[in-house]
């Protein structure tokens, strides 16, 4: 944010103080500057404060979206399902300006498989359109949808499980990937195997059920990052990044320099600090943050234990090689550097002033080292053959990255999950055409209400908050489920009038489509292909 505003405004980076504000979701979006060097020079020669704040259409126009792509996939197996030889082709729309994320696309497309053969070549195409971003993994899921489809296609022909398509497939250290790389982890087959003994997954499908089962891939990055942390007279820690808060980096922060201190969670106040605070820390992004950041905070905090350490031998008069710091406290490493009591470090910082000074440090640093992650879910639907609606009976996903504690990460996927469900409404709802002056509109996401608290029951997408507050489907009498016949339970908190309107609207629309023959909204069998009402059970 400082470098390149300025870089913009053309002064110095010291001239400038970057205070990071509360941004909530990041998603790749906001790794660059579009408004802040205008409103940088506008307060300059108003010499007052100024605000500026984009329209919706303006976010579209100008900040960029995801690219759009078009993937050409070809898998080779044999009937076994041992995949020989993979080929893909790309082209990715990166708007009016080049620096589309094709390269991304082509090295994350097969990361998830150990596949002896693989070819994978990518285009970018120029065009009288927005510039593109960074969306959540750049470039990486428009591949991994083609791949992961042409693999649910592949396990339906070979009549195999798809997830055990993938676990006979699965990619492991040292296996070559695209891009003269190996793999330098493990932990995928893990991810298969706990999806497949997920209950969920045993359920049988019901009529007019599928199952879809796709996997994903990002490598990640390091980069410069740097981190202060001090212990106040309380016996409390504060740890300071400059990395804005995108995803719940502060618990992550606080949870390393709590297992670093050997101290409770509770003891640790993590802060987001401004330019002149701590040391310079790159981009904030999902792909680093936890892992460079993270980094930085261990690397700090092993600071100040050293000093907890120095100060308790001198507090004992013995060589600080003969004190351990354990579970939060200075203990001597053996009876034969003599019989102290443990200094905690409350105590240690309570007395700070009267044997040296207060205790603190920072550190900043070039990180590598990275791990790439690994993520898969199956979601099962329901589609009404009448009106192609589409309902979300459950989803489940499960990931693995570098070092993620699984509790702070639970509400990660699911929430990922209502996200997709959201754009993927408003994209259905706005690319039906033909809809006539005097039709009613469908309900638009603007219309939608907020999306309640991510579910922290692990990443079992079930109750979560659906786009519309919709009626779920549960069991009545003699019901085990969805199906004709059984009575249907109101969503807690849900407006069942919202949920109406909108199924009849979506019944409306789908029975003028079919009388006005309106080519661009049919199946090939005459059915709506999609429709913007979404659930969840």
């Known amino acids: 944010m400082r470098d390149q505003t300025a870089a913009y405004a053309g002064i110095q980076n010291g001239d400038i103080r970057a205070i990071p504000a509360e941004i909530g979701g990041g998603f790749g979006g906001k790794t660059k500057v579009y408004l802040e060097p205008v409103a940088m020079m506008l307060s300059k020669k108003a010499g007052r404060p100024v605000k500026m704040v984009m329209t919706r259409e303006e976010v579209f126009r100008a900040s960029g979206p995801a690219a759009g792509t078009r993937t050409w996939v070809k898998i080779g197996a044999r009937k076994d399902g041992t995949i020989t030889a993979v080929d893909l082709e790309t ?11 094709f390269v991304n696309g082509c090295l994350c497309a097969f990361s998830c498989y150990g596949i002896p053969n693989q070819r994978s070549v990518g285009y970018e195409v120029v065009s009288n359109r927005p510039m593109v971003a960074a969306y959540c993994a750049p470039g990486a899921p428009q591949t991994n949808f083609a791949v992961e ?10 009549a195999m499980d798809p997830a055990d398509l993938r676990l006979k497939n699965v990619i492991h250290i040292g296996d070559p990937m695209v891009g003269n790389r190996k793999m330098t982890h493990e932990g995928f087959s893990e991810i298969l195997e706990t999806l497949k003994a997920h209950p969920a997954y045993k359920r049988e499908l019901g009529p007019n059920q599928g199952r879809g089962f796709a996997a994903g891939f990002w490598h990640n990055t390091g980069g410069d990052s740097g981190a202060t942390a001090y212990v106040n007279p309380d016996g409390t820690v504060t740890v300071a990044t400059g990395s804005p808060d995108i995803g719940g980096s502060r618990a992550s922060m606080a949870l390393m320099a709590a297992d670093t201190f050997g101290i409770p969670y509770e003891k640790v106040r993590a802060q987001v600090n401004d330019t002149t605070s701590v040391p310079y820390t790159f981009v904030t992004g999902g792909s680093r943050v936890t892992f460079a950041s993270g980094k930085a905070v261990v690397s700090a905090c092993s600071k100040v234990v050293q000093q907890l350490k120095e100060r308790a031998a001198k507090i004992w008069q013995v060589e600080v090689d003969g004190v351990d710091w354990i579970d939060g406290e200075a203990r001597p490493s053996s009876s034969n550097i003599g019989e102290f009591e443990s200094l905690t470090l409350k105590e240690l910082a309570q007395s700070a002033t009267a044997t040296g000074g207060h205790f603190g440090s920072s550190h900043a640093e070039f990180m590598t080292g990275h791990a790439p992650g690994f993520s898969a879910m199956f979601i099962d639907v329901e589609v009404d053959p009448e009106t192609g ?25 699911p929430g990922r999950g209502r996200l997709g469900r959201r754009l993927g409404a408003e994209r259905r709802l706005h690319l039906r055409p033909g809809r006539g002056a005097g039709e009613p509109e469908l309900p638009r996401l603007l219309d939608a209400g907020r999306l309640g608290p991510a579910d922290d029951r692990g990443s079992d997408c079930r109750g979560a908050e659906p786009l519309l507050p919709l009626r779920r489907q549960g069991r009545g009498r003699g019901g085990h489920g969805l199906g004709p016949g059984r009575r249907r339970q109101r969503r807690r908190g849900g407006d069942p009038a919202a949920h109406d309107l909108a199924a009849d609207r979506a019944a409306e629309v789908a029975r003028r489509d079919r009388q006005l023959g309106h080519p661009g909204a049919l199946s090939p069998s005459g059915r709506v292909l999609a429709i913007g009402v979404v659930s969840t059970s």
């Open 149 to 158: 489809s042409a693999l649910d296609v592949l396990a339906k022909t070979l």
């Open 389 to 413: 609606r589409t309902t979300v009976l459950n989803a489940v996903a499960a990931g693995r990255g570098p070092g993620d504690p699984s509790r702070l990460c639970r509400g990660s996927d």
């Open 91 to 101: 082209w990715y729309q990166s708007g009016a300006f080049p620096g589309g994320p």
